[in-house]
């Protein structure tokens, strides 16, 4: 059964979201990944976001560009934690895709990321499941151990 539900509001996403996808593998987060369109599929998003939790999905991720309604329209229909992923889109560099899925009105909120920050999606996800998987939990915090000792490897260098 999957953890996360992964959209996308084209297959034209899908680069981006392999991102997120990575993230969840590395921690071992099982997940589901669909194209449905706010827009051009309003009947499945609709059918999706109302089913998903009965399905035992507890987060979702919804990517999308341009007039990115996406991870907001399948918010209103379901109480589980939406993560929007703006993705950078031709015309305005993804700012379009950004504010569409951040300016939600109050009561409706999504959690968006960067334009394309499609890792932070991905490990959003994994901490909100974390909340309740203790051994999670531990990998998580492994995981910023070893950034942390990464980046101050790089430090060291500097200094030689
Ligand atoms: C959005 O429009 C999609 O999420 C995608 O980012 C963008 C362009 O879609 P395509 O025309 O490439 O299918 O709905």
Known sequence: MAQVA???GSNSDLPVVKGAIEQLKQFDVTYEAHVISAHRT???AENFAKTAKERGIKV???AAGKAAHLGGVIAAYTTLPVIALPIKSSLMD???S???MVQMPSGIPVA???VNGADNAGILAVQMLAL???DLEKRLEKFKEDMAAA???KDAKLQE
């Open 42 to 44: 309003p009947n499945q």
């Open 151 to 153: 980046v101050m490897e």
């Open 132 to 134: 309740a998987d203790p």
């Open 60 to 62: 979702i991720i919804a």
């Open 112 to 114: 968006t990321v960067a």
């Open 98 to 100: 950004l504010l569409s």
């Open 6 to 8: 992964i959209i996308m």
């Open 94 to 96: 993804g700012l379009d």
